[in-house]
């Protein structure tokens, strides 16, 4: 059906930028909901940001507000999270989802975890001081 590959997780220095990528292959919708979510060993997964794939809108959490750009390449049906200003706090896999059918509405937000059905392997990132 649908497979997701993230790419671009690094070791970096807290400061450092890193951008991660998320491609889709498969029979795509042309225009779907996906996100960016994050997870620690022992902590709960969190959502980073989410884009509508026909020119946005795009949503962040607090947490990576300012320092986080979702974007898309619409002909490599590739994602993008362009990641400045990293924390220790960023540790973390990160990993790309969208969902089974895309949001009539275009409701698109990383709080919601569970309208998310697709998911990708994860990307390591980590951040050192």
């Known amino acids: 059906q649908v497979r997701l590959v993230e790419s671009g997780g690094d070791s970096v220095q807290a400061g450092g930028s890193l951008r991660l990528s998320c491609t889709a292959s498969g029979n795509t919708y042309r225009s779907n909901c996906v996100g960016w979510f994050r997870q620690s060993p022992g902590k709960e997964r969190e959502g980073v940001a989410t884009?509508?794939?026909?020119?946005?809108?795009?949503v962040y959490a607090d947490s990576v507000e300012g320092r986080f750009t979702v974007s898309e390449d619409r002909a490599k049906r590739t994602v993008y999270l362009q990641m400045e200003s990293l924390t220790l706090e960023d540790t973390a896999t990160y990993y790309c989802?969208?969902?089974?059918?895309?949001?009539?509405?275009?409701?698109?937000?990383?709080?919601?975890?569970?309208?998310?059905?697709?998911w990708g392997q994860g990307t390591q990132v980590t951040v050192s001081s």
């Open positions: 884009i509508y794939t026909d020119g946005g809108p795009t």
């Open positions: 989802a969208t969902r089974v059918f895309p949001p009539l509405a275009r409701d698109c937000k990383p709080d919601a975890a569970a309208d998310f059905g697709i």
